[in-house]
């Protein structure tokens, strides 16, 4: 396995137009987390996926932010009419059922970069 | 909510030891990370505590008091390929779920 696998790496849209991003998670993860990332700052949440099961989602998700993992391996993330504070780095994580937190935390993939001009 | 608090920035000198502090307010805590990430790279696990005490993983250390909301990363014997971002992060439950909440990370800057 090759870890969590994100794409693609850098993406450059207009503004108002749409934009998907995927993940491949671990394959024996379970879980699956989208956070965001801005320059200077941690990670924020965005939302977190149990399988296919959406089972949190942040209020920093508007509803042009969508997210699915339809068979509960690869998940997307879509920004529909895209503005420039969307810009930002759109990071994916994954964990095990039952994560053997101590020695594995969670995994992240190497992000996203989303600019919008 | 979380409240998650670290300083901004540290400088330290190759060779020394440096802690970083986190100090955290939330409710149904479920555990903290500490994570790397180089600038334009993903964070990188290095640790986790649950339990109050200290975690002893080679150069770094980490270091829990829940009572007090406070942790610590402890680095020993600093190398230039330390310079980064250090991310604590506190695990919290959520509706059934446990979900990780970062702070807005320490730049430490390793120089000669």
């Known amino acids: 396995d090759t870890g969590v696998s994100q794409n693609p790496r850098h993406k450059i849209t207009k503004r108002g137009q749409n934009v998907t991003f995927r993940c491949d998670p671990i394959?024996?993860?379970?879980?699956l987390y989208w956070y965001r990332q801005t320059l200077g700052q941690g990670p924020e949440f965005l939302t977190y996926?149990?399988?296919?099961?959406?089972?949190?989602k942040s209020r920093l998700l508007s509803d042009r932010f969508s997210a699915e993992r339809p068979k509960g391996s690869f998940s997307t993330l879509e920004i529909q009419r895209t503005e420039q504070g969307d810009s930002a780095m759109y990071l994916c994580?994954?964990?095990?059922?039952?994560?053997?937190?101590?020695?594995?935390?969670?995994?992240f993939g190497s992000g996203t970069r989303l600019t919008v001009v | 909510g979380q409240n998650i608090d670290q300083p901004t920035e540290m400088t330290a000198t190759e060779g020394a030891i440096v802690q970083i502090n986190c100090t955290y307010q939330?409710?149904?805590?479920?555990?903290l990370f500490w994570y790397q990430q180089h600038a334009g790279e993903a964070p990188t696990f290095l640790s986790y505590?649950?339990?109050?005490g200290l975690e002893e993983k080679g150069r770094f250390s980490s270091f829990l008091s829940r009572s007090k909301g406070y942790s610590y990363l402890l680095l020993k014997e600093l190398q230039m390929k330390d310079s980064a971002s250090y991310l604590c992060?506190?695990?919290?439950?959520?509706?059934?779920?446990?979900?990780?909440?970062f702070g807005r990370g320490t730049s430490l800057i390793v120089h000669p």
């Open positions: 994580a994954s964990s095990p059922r039952t994560p053997d937190a101590k020695y594995y935390g969670y995994t």
């Open positions: 394959s024996e993860h379970n879980r």
């Open positions: 996926f149990q399988n296919e099961a959406q089972l949190e």
């Open positions: 939330t409710s149904g805590f479920n555990g």
């Open positions: 505590n649950v339990l109050d």
């Open positions: 992060a506190v695990s919290h439950a959520s509706g059934g779920s446990y979900i990780p909440t």
